[in-house]
């Protein structure tokens, strides 16, 4: 890994290639090579056709309608997420297929075939109803990865209310900030979640994060017990399986959505501080999540499938949930750390279930490098046949140890490059039809029209680099950030006129393959984790002893990035490893486990240009041990040398 720059060095090496065993090309669900020729020339009519594996309520007859940047996909059909991915399986021979195999943390196991989640979700869709949610309104949900997630989402959806899941390993304060945002009045959540074999206090969490927001019930799942030590409110908090006994046993109709209604709300990184809650609808989004699982994922009806990414992201919502649901799929879901009680818990769980699609993000897989091949090895993994990655770039030696170590060189890898925004994979290859390169995710998916462009908006020629961008609309793209379509027009297509702007830097080889640079923006990306320098910056300048932070990302081996703070105590604060700890711990508070900087350094000043601004480019040099570049801009070139003598007393 490294800085882009280095990466690229690293990349632009790299010539080894993978083909497809003539057996997997063979079996393929996609292994028509003219389907990448037929969708560039007829995208909507490659989208109509893939839309048709779900079962629409009312026929659309309106493909795609592109009013930059508004796009609609399918607006006059209407459809129900839940009955494609639940209920529309009950009526069929998947009636008592493994929906989720689902394992705890601690051991406990759960089976839940499409017949027994559909009754669940029924249930829960009760529950939901008899506390007043109605179609449209928002629920947020702060769960582990266990059933219930899933169950509630569904449960949302089949009502059409609009869930905003927040990831369990965020704080109180970043949960309020997305209730408050999404104006949310009933929050799902837990007594407390298993992590490494310790406690995350959901509800107490919770708790905090509800003063002063418009929650007025807490439905609180009883994951944990005593051990929790959670209260419940008198006359605000239910517990879930008290209410879910008290209701009827029936099924809950499905409401039949518009195509463009929205289905949910997921709070990503940007560059602000504030997070922007990205808009996803139900028939487009459904398509995409649904049509990768068929191409990308080449799911077959036995596949036993397993995404280590939680839900609380969008990988978990597009690839444990609406994908694999979607298309039938018997999903493996897994509660806890990889290496609770030890390091070969993935190993351990493939063997068992005899996993045959394996999903992963490059960062745990430099932690399994870090551990050592002893622990596959110790188990039998030939039930592997596909393996996919995302959340960041891969490094090809990384992709190198997973493809002999775990796939012993017969399962092709799926590098997967998309976003929240985007809703599901957009440049990937499909495994029968493209051969692979290690660190290169490939191409576009069919129906996905993908350029890298110079600054002044011209596509660049192969043996390139630039702006990654997306020049036509696809079916599961962002409809706007919640309550801020001014940000959404801005942000995304705010560059070059319709044409949206992920965000990434990328480099175009000469078979035209993708190679993704990582973030050009101030979003670091740490484990495959978004988080806005702004963020973090904000968190520390909320302390009273900062006066001014600045927050780069630098290279990290294991983490692809590190968060490395600079900041400038007020006057009168003295500087001490205490300080340091209590600052990383402000971040926590504030934000999250995933956002504590690795490392604080104080300095008088910080690095500015004679406009004021902070020059991050030369934090970033500091920070990854760099001879620094140019400087000439810096107002007060003394400041670098009292940093540069700082990091360097700190190694
Ligand atoms: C799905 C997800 C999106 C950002 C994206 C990019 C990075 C994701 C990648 C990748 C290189 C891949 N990213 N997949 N970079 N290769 N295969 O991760 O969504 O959390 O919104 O992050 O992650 O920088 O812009 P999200």
């Not at 039998?380 to 140890?401: F, K």
């Not at 994979?425 to 290690?438: F, R, S, W």
């Not at 983490?559 to 490893?577: H, R, W």
Request: glycine share 8%.
């Amino acid at each position: 890994m490294g800085t882009p720059a280095d990466h690229l060095d690293t990349l632009l090496k790299e010539t080894r290639s993978f083909a497809p065993s003539s057996e997997f090309q063979g079996n393929a669900n996609f292994n028509d090579p003219s389907i990448y020729e037929r969708a560039l020339e007829d995208p909507e009519g490659y989208w109509s056709e893939q839309a048709k594996h779900l079962d629409w309520f009312t026929p659309y007859t309106k493909i795609c309608e592109w009013n930059p940047p508004h796009a609609a996909w399918f607006s006059d059909g209407t459809l129900n997420a839940t009955y494609n991915a639940v209920d529309r399986h009950r009526a069929t021979y998947r009636k008592n297929k493994a929906a989720i195999l689902w394992e705890g943390e601690p051991g406990d196991r759960r089976v839940l075939t499409y017949d027994m989640l559909g009754r669940e979700v029924d249930r829960a869709a009760h529950m939901l109803a008899s506390l007043g949610v109605k179609k449209g309104d928002r629920v947020a949900i702060y769960l582990p990865m266990i059933p219930e997630l899933p169950i509630t989402m569904l449960a949302c959806a089949k009502i059409g209310a609009i869930h905003t899941i927040v990831f369990a390993g965020f704080s109180s304060s970043s949960l309020r900030d997305r209730i408050l945002d999404a104006d949310a009045n009933v929050l799902v959540t837990a007594d407390a979640g298993h992590r490494r074999g310790g406690i995350i206090p959901l509800k107490a969490n919770a708790d905090d994060a509800v003063d002063g927001t418009h929650v007025k019930t807490m439905v609180v799942v009883n994951r944990v017990g005593a051990p929790s030590g959670a209260t419940m409110t008198e006359g605000r908090d239910v517990a879930w399986e008290t209410l879910m006994a008290e209701m009827p046993n029936t099924p809950y109709p499905c409401e039949p959505m518009n195509a463009e209604d929205i289905l949910y709300i997921l709070y990503t990184s940007g560059t602000t501080g504030k997070p922007k809650g990205i808009v996803h609808t139900t028939g487009g989004y459904l398509v995409g999540a649904n049509t990768s699982m068929r191409s990308v994922f080449d799911l077959k009806d036995d596949d036993v499938y397993f995404c280590t990414a939680d839900i609380g992201w969008v990988t978990g919502h597009t690839y444990i949930v609406y994908g694999p649901l979607t298309a039938g799929a018997t999903v493996v879901m897994y509660e806890g750390a990889p290496d609770f009680p030890n390091r070969d818990r993935f190993w351990q769980i493939i063997e068992r279930y005899g996993v045959t699609i394996f999903y992963t993000a490059p960062t745990s897989i430099r932690t399994f490098m870090k551990w050592g091949p002893q622990h596959p090895a110790a188990y039998d993994l030939s039930s592997l046949r596909l393996m996919g990655t995302v959340g960041e770039p891969i490094n090809p030696e990384a992709w190198m140890w997973y493809h002999e170590h775990i796939g012993h060189g017969n399962c092709p890898i799926v590098d997967t490059w998309w976003q929240t925004e985007t809703g599901c994979a957009m440049i990937a290859p499909l495994p029968g039809l493209i051969n692979t390169k290690p660190g290169s995710a490939t191409r576009p998916v069919p129906g996905i029209s993908v350029a890298v462009f110079d600054e002044h908006g011209q596509a660049v020629q192969p043996g390139s680099g630039g702006y990654l961008v997306i020049t036509k609309p696809w079916p599961s793209m962002l409809r706007t950030i919640w309550r801020d379509d001014e940000r959404f027009a801005k942000t995304y297509f705010g560059q070059f006129q319709g044409i949206y702007l992920p965000g990434d830097g990328a480099h175009l080889d000469e078979d035209r393959y993708i190679w993704i640079l990582g973030r050009i923006d101030d979003v670091i990306n740490v484990s495959g984790h978004r988080i806005g320098t702004m963020e973090v910056e904000s968190a520390l300048v909320d302390h009273k002893s900062v006066a001014e932070a600045a927050v780069i990302g630098r290279a990290h081996e294991i983490k692809g990035q590190a968060i490395t703070a600079f900041v400038t105590l007020k006057e009168g604060v003295v500087a001490s490893p205490e300080l340091v700890a209590e600052l990383k711990q402000h971040v926590v508070i504030q934000i999250g486990a995933m956002a504590r900087p690795e490392e604080i350094l104080f300095t008088a000043e910080l690095p500015k240009t004679r406009s004021a601004k902070i020059m991050r480019r030369l934090l970033r040099d500091i920070a990854e041990g760099r001879a620094l570049g140019d400087t000439t801009t810096l107002a007060d070139p003394s400041v670098i040398d009292a940093l540069k003598s700082q990091y360097q007393d700190k190694e």
